[in-house]
T-cell receptor, first 110, second 116 residues
Framework: NAGVTQTPKFRILKIGQSMTLQCTQD?????MYWYRQDPGMGLKLIYY???????DKGEVPNGYNVSRSTTEDFPLRLELAAPSQTSVYFC?????????FGPGTRLTVL | DQQVKQNSPSLSVQEGRISILNCDYT??????FLWYKKYPAEGPTFLIS?????DKNEDGRFTVFLNKSAKHLSLHIVPSQPGDSAVYFC???????????????FGQGTILTVHP
């Protein structure tokens, strides 16, 4: 099992550009999450999904969109990148004890 | 509104000694607490957890203590090893609705350095 995989690992965007961060899990978990981590801060929840076709906002959803068409995939979309979205993004999927995290995507918006 | 706080940004410990990482929370609805460990350029990995019906959970060198009245939990690592050097995050969850899953609220993290 690969667990939770994220692509790309790194990306530099210009202000106003858009991109999609990809996340895939192969553990057949229903619950999936997107977090962002800013320097010196804990992880903050952006969006989450409890199953295919069902998504909901977390603590910091502004500027992002998600979709969940399959159990495996949970992409995160940035439509108009802003410098405030410079962060490390982690995707995770849930099992009863805790969450499996992907390795992260480091995004810089200039 | 920081519902989960780790007030010590960093901790330095000698190899073989005990490491104690602390975490405070404010939300009384939290009923499940977790500790995650994070190495640079990697995602957090689950370390140990505790339900609010317990006050202690042990797993090898790692023990988590929960003091509900003080809304405080701590992670003890004994003995500490250089490989334990990482960022440690405390997280909390509310099982509202009776589900086994729920959104996690994280603390800011504590950087642990274990010196040989």
């Amino acid at each position: 099992n690969a667990g939770v995989t994220q692509t790309p690992k790194f990306r530099i965007l210009k202000i106003g550009q858009s991109m999609t961060l990809q996340c895939t899990q192969d553990m057949n978990h229903n619950y999936m999450y997107w977090y962002r981590q800013d320097p010196g801060m804990g992880l903050k929840l952006i969006y989450y999904s409890v199953g295919a076709g069902i998504t909901d906002k977390g603590e910091v959803p502004n500027g992002y969109n998600v979709s969940r068409s399959t159990t495996e995939d949970f992409p995160l979309r940035l439509e108009l990148a802003a410098p405030s979205q410079t962060s490390v993004y982690f995707c995770a999927s849930s099992y009863p004890k805790g969450e499996f995290f992907g390795p992260g995507t480091r995004l810089t918006v200039l | 509104d920081q519902q989960v706080k780790q007030n010590s940004p960093s901790l330095s410990v000698q190899e073989g000694r005990i490491s104690i990482l602390n975490c405070d929370y404010t939300n009384s609805m939290f009923d499940y607490f977790l500790w995650y460990k994070k190495y640079p350029a990697e995602g957090p990995t689950f370390l140990i957890s505790i339900s609010s019906i317990k006050d202690k959970n042990e797993d090898g060198r790692f023990t988590v203590f929960l003091n509900k009245s003080a809304k405080h939990l701590s992670l003890h690592i004994v003995p500490s090893q250089p490989g334990d050097s990482a960022v440690y995050f405390c997280a909390a969850r509310s099982h509202a609705g009776g589900t086994s899953y729920g959104k996690l609220t994280f603390g800011q993290g504590t950087i642990l350095t274990v010196h040989p």
